[in-house]
């Protein structure tokens, strides 16, 4: 049985024997702390089973989550979680990437435990009516009054995301394409993790070579010039958002120090972080009072 097949399967027996009972939402109000998962794009995680203990930034206090078959964790683009891996369960991501989808169903067995079961992608981002759904879910959160429609929007956000996933996977195309997009996801979601390309290519079951022939026919790059771009990428938000220093920094985004970052930061971007920080967290700061 393929991937796709696989996670299409467990979102129709979920939403065919369950219903959605609560959604959980991080906010981004704090500066997320060592091996928090932070991307530029909102994921959803929906518990199939077990108990999912997670924490999150609620309003500038950290939330401890257990949540419960049925329910969601709801993480809008830029806010963080941490799942802790305490407790067995099974729970269902979907990562919501500004040019694609990806699912990934997985397995904690014992403590810190964790296993992939199912990894696919789908080759395009979320419909206008997807979007549609994605924005209401987002107004929900950021109201102060608790509302039930999100349960429904929350499913509603799932089945048209499973009537997204290609039926027929099976051409060598799709197949490198699927690929290749799930193992950018996968960098994009874990860069703040010590990652190496043949660490990689064993999570993917392929081999080095493999992987970096893949990023060179699809992405145009090699698979080190790739993460070094996500993890800059990540490293410019903390330094406009947060007063984190250098080497708190380097810690939360895969670079070996604060001097390390430093000099690779300069020779991505002309800027020292500290010219960065200046020119950017003005602009950051300036765009938060207009929307008050």
């Avoid at 996801?185 to 860069?191: A, H, R, S």
């Amino acid at each position: 049985m393929s991937d796709a097949l696989q996670i299409q399967q467990q979102i129709n027996a979920f939403l065919n024997s369950r219903r959605i009972t609560r959604v959980w939402f991080a906010t981004n109000d704090d500066a997320p702390p060592i091996n928090a998962c932070q991307v530029n794009f909102p994921r959803l995680s929906l518990v199939l089973s077990g108990t999912y203990d997670v924490q999150i930034s609620d309003h500038g206090a950290v939330r401890s989550v257990e949540a419960s078959p049925g329910e969601v964790i709801y993480i809008p683009a830029h806010c963080w979680d941490l799942p802790t891996w305490r407790q067995q369960n099974q729970t269902l991501t979907f990562m919501f990437a500004h040019r694609q989808i990806g699912l990934s169903l997985n397995q904690c067995s014992a403590i810190d435990q964790i296993s992939s079961l199912a990894r696919t992608s789908i080759t395009e981002p979320l419909s206008d009516e997807g979007i549609l759904i994605q924005k209401a879910i987002e107004a929900i959160a950021s109201s102060p009054n608790d509302n039930p429609a999100v349960n429904y929007l929350a499913e509603a956000l799932i089945q048209h995301t499973s009537h997204m996933i290609p039926k027929e996977t099976s051409s060598i195309v799709n197949r490198t394409q699927c690929r290749w997009e799930a193992i950018c996801l996968y960098l994009q979601k874990n860069f703040g993790q010590e990652i190496t390309r043949d660490r990689v290519a064993e999570e993917f079951a392929i081999t080095p070579n493999h992987l970096s022939r893949l990023f060179r026919q699809e992405g145009r790059m090699g698979f080190n010039d790739y993460l070094t771009f996500v993890r800059i990428d990540r490293a410019k938000l903390l330094l406009s958002r947060y007063q984190l220093n250098l080497d708190e920094i380097a810690t939360r985004t895969g670079f070996k120090g604060g001097d390390y970052l430093g000099r690779v930061f300069r020779k991505h971007t002309g800027l020292t972080p500290g010219e960065y920080r200046a020119k950017y967290a003005r602009k950051e700061l300036e765009a938060e009072q207009r929307q008050l």
